[in-house]
């Protein structure tokens, strides 16, 4: 018997989640694709390219809210067990609030790690393939740079040409190791600049322990200076700014090429944030759980479900800008990066525990 009703718990937990995930991703796919068709209206390409992004990308989207799809699925699966009065049956049957809540809140926690090493990587590739068509069929500039095993790469259309900047290391506002290839307009090399080091903070970069060499059809020359100023639509900041977008970097990539990235250009901030805050998602799963245990298993009565409509609802924007300003505050600097992805999850977990304690008592 004892087996039955920890099914019954179980899947019909699991059900409940998939349920939501499934109406998450359709108002998803509806409301994503109008933006998609927007970018894609002056273009000459076929409507399956919008579809297929817009598929590509919510499920990313579905990882980054997965909080509140299991605050809303564990919510609505306990107002119904104890609507139909199953709650109460469960008490006879021994099953007391804490040992139902655990139930839910174990399999969420586990569901979080089975996201992280397993979903996760996939929604990664599906993001990363996202952004690689996208830059393809965008004009803006920005997408003609690149952070990969060779290091920092970067393209610019001149008035004259093209110029193609490279650099072996990245750190803070400084590059090492820069070459930089000038092109005239039919891909000719005019001019290749050396560099040991330079100063990437202002969009005027200082070049220092410079090496020119110029190309005039055959005869070529050689020019050393101690310090070059170079005018570019680049800086540090911009640089780091786009590849903010750790969805196209899984959980496990993190984790296992940590100093790999970081040698190769990564902002180590974002990567320190974006770590934590994906090694925080079990845990704020769980506690998500327990939050909505402490909302419907106060009383065994049948109640409106509007009521906790509302409140679920309140509780979600007020989770998700307290989660926000914490970010907000390690990016700052107020407090250390790791510990704003962490504060949320222990605030709300000290809060939610006596909360358990109370409604286990009931």
Not at 118 to 140: F, H, V
Not at 295 to 315: A, D, H, P
């Amino acid at each position: 018997m004892k087996k039955v009703l920890f099914n019954y718990l179980l899947f019909g937990y699991l059900k409940r989640i998939l349920i939501v995930l499934v109406i998450i991703y359709c108002f998803g796919i509806i409301l994503n694709l109008f933006e998609e068709m927007e970018f894609f209206k002056n273009l000459n390409t076929s409507v399956a390219v919008p579809l297929v992004l817009t598929a590509l990308y919510i499920p990313s989207m579905i990882v980054e809210l997965l909080p509140f799809i299991i605050f809303v699925s564990s919510m609505w699966f306990l107002l119904i067990i104890r609507n139909n009065k199953d709650l109460l049956t469960l008490k006879v049957f021994g099953y007391s609030n804490f040992k139902i809540f655990f139930i839910l809140a174990a399999t969420s926690f586990l569901f979080g790690w089975l996201i992280l090493f397993a979903i996760n990587p996939i929604t990664s590739t599906m993001m990363k393939y996202y952004e690689q068509t996208k830059s393809r069929y965008s004009l803006d500039i920005d997408h003609l740079v690149s952070i990969n095993k060779n290091g920092l790469w970067i393209k610019e259309n001149l008035d004259d040409g093209y110029r193609i900047s490279t650099a072996k290391k990245t750190r803070n506002n400084i590059i090492n190791d820069l070459t930089i290839f000038k092109l005239d307009k039919d891909y000719n090399l005019t001019e290749k600049i050396f560099s040991r080091s330079a100063n990437i903070k202002n969009n005027t970069w200082v070049l220092k322990d410079v090496m020119i060499q110029t190309f005039d059809q055959d005869l070529t020359d050689k020019i050393n200076l101690d310090k070059m100023l170079i005018d570019t639509d680049y800086n540090y900041e911009k640089i780091t700014s786009l590849f903010r977008n750790f969805n196209t970097m899984s959980f496990l990539d993190l984790l296992l090429n940590y100093n790999e990235l970081k040698s190769r250009g990564y902002n180590e901030f974002y990567l320190n944030q974006n770590l934590n805050s994906q090694l925080s998602m079990p845990f704020f799963l769980f506690i998500m759980t327990a939050l909505a245990s402490i909302l419907t298993m106060n009383t065994l009565k049948k109640s409106n479900n509007f009521t906790f409509i509302v409140v679920g609802l309140i509780s979600c924007v007020a989770i998700y800008y307290f989660k926000d300003l914490s970010l907000a505050l390690g990016k700052t600097n107020r407090i250390g990066i790791s510990l704003a992805a962490w504060i949320p999850v222990t605030t709300i977990g000290l809060f939610s525990a006596i909360g358990i304690l109370q409604i286990n008592e009931k």
